[in-house]
């Protein structure tokens, strides 16, 4: 049977290199490149992420990847890789095709994986991942964006790169990008995997990648160049080391302390700390354990008050309950306010001020009002002229 793939359209299509800086979000310090594939300019495939997205839409990003391996040998690409770190993301199945020679260039190969690959076949993929580990590849999980599986999924891979998907910081605040954090969270925490979120074009989504647990970042705010030789002036810091599996040191007592002696603690946004922090929440309440937990915003939130109210709750056996915001205490349900019994004529009536509707004196005694007052809303007694 005839190879399908001999002549498809990404063999013949125009393209072009550039090089996407990959840099520090604390400080916009560059750590390595990225060396992508572009189309003609003035196309729907101009930009590297539409290229990218086209190649994957019609499952021809393997003989992307080649080509892209294959202009990786150009002397701009490496006279770039002889000072930073030139990341080259080809796709797991050439594997098979790289061979020795490819071991003394000076790009580092970085096979990635895709997430819906491990799903379809997961035995294929992770002998593959296991073959190009043994090669010396970097192993990279790429386009993360959902929190499905993803703890399942990175632990079964062990990546050294973990990528989030750009469309992650594209919308609002969501449980399961907080969930995602978490699972991000707890693997860098005992791998210590480098995080590159995809997507940062401006101020507020560096932030928010630096709360998903991003390191480095691409995008906008780091435009990528066709031309290597202006990067030459920038802040260079060392792409940190490939993972060192560890385990916790048993002389730290609480969490906080165990996760900051890996990972340094940022600022980050606050609507998705909430999600996170109800994230918690939901996961101590399903823990089967009685659990009291609560999150403040300051800590000086967290008054004495609260602490013998947690003290008390968990002290009596009582079903715990989530303290969160500015006070412990359970909420007030509001009630409507009673008229005061009228001294004067039976006949009197209470009437909402602006609204036709009224119950007469015995009414109002032998039941509640069916219609809520609105808060704020003003009741007045009056006799019936």
Known sequence: ??????????????????????????????????????????????????????????????????????????PRAQSLAKILPLLVNLDLELIDNLDDETTRTLERHVMVVLPDAVERSPQRTLARVARARDAGKIICVDGLVRSEHAAT????????????????????????SAQLA????????????????????????????????AAFGIGDLYPPVSDPSVLASRTIVPLPEMPVWTTPDPDKSTPYRIASSSIEPRMGNKRLLIEMSKALEHQAAIGGAAIVLGTFQYAEHFTPTHRQAVAGDVGEDRPGRCLRGRTARRPRRQRASRAPRSRGRPDQRMERRGSRSALRGPALRSRPARRRTRPGAHLRVRPDL
Request: some cysteine.
């Open 1 to 74: 049977m005839a190879d399908t793939r001999s002549f498809t359209l990404f063999n013949d299509l125009e393209l072009h290199m550039q090089f996407a800086p990959v840099c520090r979000l604390s400080d916009g310090a560059l750590a390595a490149v990225e060396l992508q594939l572009r189309g003609p300019a003035g196309t729907r495939l101009a930009t590297a992420a539409a290229l990218k997205r086209a190649a994957r839409l019609v499952e021809e990003h393997p003989v992307l990847d080649e080509r892209k391996r294959k202009m990786a040998a150009d």
């Open 153 to 176: 999924l990175l632990s079964l891979v062990e990546p050294d790169i973990i990528v989030t998907g750009a469309e992650l910081l594209a919308k609002q605040a969501t449980a399961d």
């Open 182 to 213: 978490h699972a991000l969270a707890a693997h860098t925490e005992r791998s210590h995997a480098v995080v590159i979120a995809e997507g940062v074009d401006d101020e507020q989504s560096r932030v928010t990648a630096q709360t998903m647990g």
